[in-house]
């Protein structure tokens, strides 16, 4: 059973900064796609930032220049630090990682991030 867990989350004011960590025991997150959603209320799902078993990272245009997505092998965990916060970006924050071996999707529990003006 693979578990993920998001933390970092919490209320911050516009222009601040978070730094999410989705952790995961084994190396999951080291050897498949991960990604970072979010969703508001009211509003769908939505992908914020992804990086590939091989590195390569894709971001949302609302995101892009203010987050950044990156892997720490060793630890077994992926980050998402987010810069120049605005309220829009209030959200939970859920960390999502396709096994390409099982061809399952899992998903955390997600973490809120507020935003305040």
């Known amino acids: 059973q693979v578990q993920l867990v998001e933390f970092g989350g919490g209320l911050v004011q516009a222009g601040g900064s978070l730094r999410l960590f989705c952790a995961a025991s084994?190396?999951?997150?080291?050897?498949?796609?991960v990604g970072w959603y979010r969703q508001a209320p009211g509003k769908q799902r939505e992908l914020v930032a992804g990086?590939?078993?091989?590195?390569?990272?894709n971001y949302a245009d609302s995101v892009k220049g203010r987050f950044t997505i990156s892997r720490d092998n060793a630890k077994n965990t992926v980050y998402l630090q987010m810069n120049s916060l605005k309220p829009d970006d209030t959200a939970v924050y859920y960390c999502?990682?396709?096994?390409?071996?099982?061809?399952?999707?899992?998903w955390g529990k997600g973490t809120q991030v507020t935003v305040s003006s």
């Open positions: 999502n990682v396709y096994n390409k071996a099982t061809l399952l999707s899992y």
């Open positions: 084994g190396r999951i997150l080291s050897i498949n796609d």
């Open positions: 990086i590939s078993s091989g590195g390569s990272t």
